[in-house]
């Protein structure tokens, strides 16, 4: 989905009762543009050092109605961290978290998407997403 895709699916999503503003599409465009997960301030504080008027309320408001409307994911890696990433244009991945350094590297693994047919097959359900994540210490470099 590229963005102008994205424009779209937003727009009609905010006919449905929300205010359409340039802000919000400002939002969605410098979360879309961020390249990896991030967390509501990174994003907001990025959008202020390239010029940006919007408020910090405006940026945490739109983002929960982009995961609404499924244009983001909201990614909590543990009790503490709340990060967002954009959906335009991913594949389903996973993710390896480090304890001791914060970084998320994404993985592919095929083995894992298997289990989540077998798992939904032997209970009869139909997954509308999933997420797997692994906690660990990285590796010294």
Do not use: W
């Not at 424009?7 to 969605?28: A, C, D, M, S």
């Not at 983001?72 to 543990?78: E, G």
């Not at 047919?117 to 139909?126: L, P």
């Amino acid at each position: 989905m590229e963005k102008e895709k994205a424009h779209e699916t937003f727009l009609k999503f905010l006919k449905n009762g929300y205010r359409i503003t340039p802000q919000r599409f400002e939002v969605l465009d410098a979360a879309l543009d961020y390249g990896t997960h991030f967390k509501p301030d990174e994003l907001f504080i990025k959008m202020k050092n390239e010029g940006s008027k919007v408020s910090r309320a405006t940026v945490y408001n739109t983002l929960e109605l982009l995961v609404q409307c499924k244009l983001l994911s909201k990614r909590v890696f543990d009790q503490k961290i709340t990060m967002y990433e954009s959906n335009v244009n991913r594949k389903q991945h996973d993710h390896i978290i480090c304890e001791e350094t914060g970084e998320i590297h994404e993985f592919v693994e095929p083995e894992v998407e298997k289990l989540v047919e077998k798992i939904s097959k032997k209970y009869g359900i139909t997954p509308t997403g999933y997420t797997f994540n692994i906690f660990a210490k990285c590796k010294k470099k």
